[in-house]
């Protein structure tokens, strides 16, 4: 159980932060060698895979654009607001702080918009209280599953989603009764 943090071992940090800086090219070289090794057009496969990327990024382009509207919309308009407003009394009775409520309704569409607001509620409120536990353990427990699902399910084509998101759903709500209880 290691609590001394940066100060307690100053050469392993300073080791880590060398090699954290090389990594990614020795990862980069280890390919290219693996990729001549086994006899491979490196360059010409590199440049294929460029191309269906940005072949599934065109085709998740529209989805990705819609959803982003429609989550600047709903937060302009007031919606996200009046919903929060609805769903007090519901965060009252299992003790959750009303003053995280946007960021259950915000995180499961968009980590950004998630993390803008998880960043105001530490601001205001401090990270120590309740609202700010609470907070940080929603941030934790949950995921932008209507992102991720519509960019990871659009790219390879999935239209049947089918318990996708209710399972989804039900993970994040067990993550805010959980922050509820223990912030």
Request: glycine fraction near 10%.
């Amino acid at each position: 159980y290691y609590t001394g943090g940066r100060r307690a071992l100053p050469g392993l940090w300073q080791m880590m932060a060398v090699l954290s800086n090389y990594a990614v090219w020795v990862f980069m070289l280890g390919i290219v060698v693996y990729g001549m090794a086994k006899k491979v057009d490196c360059v010409n496969a590199c440049i294929q895979g460029a191309e269906k990327g940005f072949h599934a990024y065109l085709r998740v382009l529209p989805t990705m654009l819609c959803m982003l509207s429609a989550i600047a919309v709903a937060r302009q308009s007031g919606l996200l607001d009046a919903i929060t407003r609805l769903l007090v009394p519901l965060a009252n009775w299992i003790h959750l702080p009303a003053e995280v409520l946007p960021l259950v309704i915000l995180r499961p569409f968009s980590g950004g918009g998630a993390l803008a607001l998880l960043a105001e509620l530490l601001t205001t409120y401090g990270p120590d209280g309740a609202i700010g536990r609470a907070a940080c353990m929603i941030m934790g427990s949950s995921e932008t599953l209507f992102y991720c699902a519509t960019l990871y399910f659009g790219s390879v084509g999935v239209t049947k989603w089918r318990h996708t998101i209710p399972v989804s759903l039900c993970c994040s709500m067990v993550g805010v009764v959980m922050a509820a209880i223990f912030a």
